[in-house]
T-cell receptor, first 115, second 109 residues
Framework: DTAVSQTPKYLVTQMGNDKSIKCEQN?????MYWYKQDSKKFLKIMFS???????INETVPNRFSPKSPDKAHLNLHINSLELGDSAVYFC??????????????FGPGTRLTVL | GQNIDQPTEMTATEGAIVQINCTYQ??????LFWYQQHAGEAPTFLSY??LDGLEEKGRFSSFLSRSKGYSYLLLKELQMKDSASYLC??????????WGAGTKLIIKP
């Protein structure tokens, strides 16, 4: 019954490794997002996809590559992990990309620690 | 630049009322959201305002003044479970959500 799910919940890895975080929503929403929340608790949008198409791509290193195989899934792949990538990554979804009155539903978050 | 300002931390007493303010300067405005985030958990939706005025929803109310770039979240009859961070977020002209850093609310018995 989980609306937005992410795996894994915790990820501890060495610098330089490549890792992926998966996100799935069963709400039938058209739009999905990836956010990064750093230690200061700022939520920053990274990417947004609408019906598998990229619509927002904020200034993030190109080591981060989102992939949307279908509109229910938005995975985040990170190459050559750096210490500064340590944060909590939240996936979210909403019905429409303009988000006007549509709430964003968040996944539980993935706490990434890079050693 | 775009900016959302909220107090970093507030403390209130169980059963009391607290008002959390948010001021914003953004490129355009398509609505303002309040989210609640408990420690270690995901943000959850509380309210959405796009017109001026007060929206009441149970113990929580949210107010918006677009001319002043100002909103507040009012929490009544505070309960211990209300201890959380409260995030203000504005939908700008490009329909991107700009987030504040959140206000950590501490409830004391």
């Amino acid at each position: 019954d989980t609306a937005v799910s992410q795996t894994p919940k915790y990820l501890v890895t060495q610098m330089g490794n490549d890792k992926s975080i998966k996100c799935e929503q069963n709400l039938g929403h058209d739009t999905m997002y990836w956010y990064k929340q750093d230690s200061k608790k700022f939520l920053k949008i990274m990417f947004s996809y609408n019906n598998k198409e990229l619509i927002i791509n904020e200034t993030v290193p190109n080591r981060f590559s989102p992939k949307s195989p279908d509109k229910a899934h938005l995975n985040l792949h990170i190459n050559s992990l750096e210490l500064g990538d340590s944060a909590v990554y939240f996936c979210a979804s909403s019905q429409a990309w303009d988000g006007a009155t549509d709430t964003q539903y968040f996944g539980p978050g993935t706490r990434l620690t890079v050693l | 630049g775009q900016n959302i300002d909220q107090p970093t931390e507030m403390t209130a007493t169980e059963g009391a009322i607290v008002q959390i303010n948010c001021t914003y300067q953004t490129s355009g405005f398509n609505g303002l959201f309040w989210y609640q985030q408990h420690a270690g958990e995901a943000p959850t939706f509380l309210s959405y305002n796009v017109l001026d005025g007060l929206e009441e929803k149970g113990r929580f109310s949210s107010f918006l003044s677009r001319s002043k770039g100002y909103s507040y979240l009012l929490l009544k009859e505070l309960q211990m479970k209300d201890s959380a961070s409260y995030l203000c977020a504005v939908l700008d002209s490009n329909y991107q959500l700009i987030w504040g850093a959140g206000t950590k609310l501490i409830i004391k018995p």
